[in-house]
């Protein structure tokens, strides 16, 4: 018999999508919280929302907590460019390159990390939801470098405690629009979903503790190369943290980057890549450092910042 649960809509989701409340109250992937309320197993004072509404403090949540098919599945495809850095048996790093997401997700039909590790013959960790197994962190699809999957469940949940307890090295190089001052420095401010936009990040009050430290490692006429280091690991962190100090990464029109600019350095993407990857091995307690250099698109348009009159 499918389990129920009736329950009210307490005062600290007031404003967040349905199915991002629904997962933060019931522990649920926000992939199965969407499945269940588009699949109509989900009721806000009686009625089915959409996935996308709104919850309000003190409305009434009905929830049958059903079996439904997953709204997505991993399909395995190799991918072209996709390097792996390094296998054991307890975990691959892979170097994913622009336009392949970590994982599928509803409305993406492109590559994926996890379709091309499927396809290659790897065995994941089963741990996590079904089409994100194995997967301890994600890049964006406009964002290339190093990832890490694992491979056994002791690995996955070793890696998941590492990167929750920021023991991870995360670094990242940005290119960024003009001259951040200071040039090196920490931008502290919360991150959450964009009021008006779904699909954009923004610095919000109430948003989650975003911590963001940078380093200029080159000033050039019209942009600065930045050596990024990540404390916490929110969606779109850097992008939406560069944005604010009104430097954005070079490219990033979703986030106010100059389209002229884009268009003279040949990007359709955001300069952003990450180079470095490192932590204790979740086996040997060892400390592996990983490193990526940047792919073509991305030293081309460093190239035509560093020889611009």
Sequence with gaps: MPDQRSLPVPQGLAGERVDVGLGRLLGLSRTRAADLVESGHVLLDGTPPAKSDRLVSGSWLEVTLADVPSAVEVVPA???????????????VVDKPVG????PSPGWSGP?????????????????????AGVVQRLDVGTSGLMV???????????????????????????????PDPSTGTIDAPVGRHPRHD?????????????????TLEAHRFASLLEVTLQTGRTHQIRVHLSTLHHPCVGDLTYGADPTLAARTGLGRQWLHAVRLGFQHPDTGEYARFTSAYPQDLAHALDVVRDAA
Excluded: C, N
């Design 78 to 92: 190799m991918v072209a460019g996709l390097r792996i850095v390094h296998d054991d048996d307890h975990i691959v």
């Design 100 to 103: 392949v997401a970590a994982h």
């Design 112 to 132: 994926t990390v996890v379709g091309h590790l499927a396809a290659t013959g790897f065995t994941v960790a089963t741990s996590g939801p079904a089409e994100r």
């Design 149 to 179: 999957v694992a491979k056994s469940e002791h690995a996955y949940a070793e890696l998941k405690r590492a990167f929750r307890e920021r023991d991870v090295e995360k670094v990242y190089h940005a290119l960024v629009q003009g001259h």
């Design 199 to 215: 699909s954009r990040w923004a610095v919000v009050a109430g948003g989650k503790p975003s911590v963001t430290h940078y380093e």
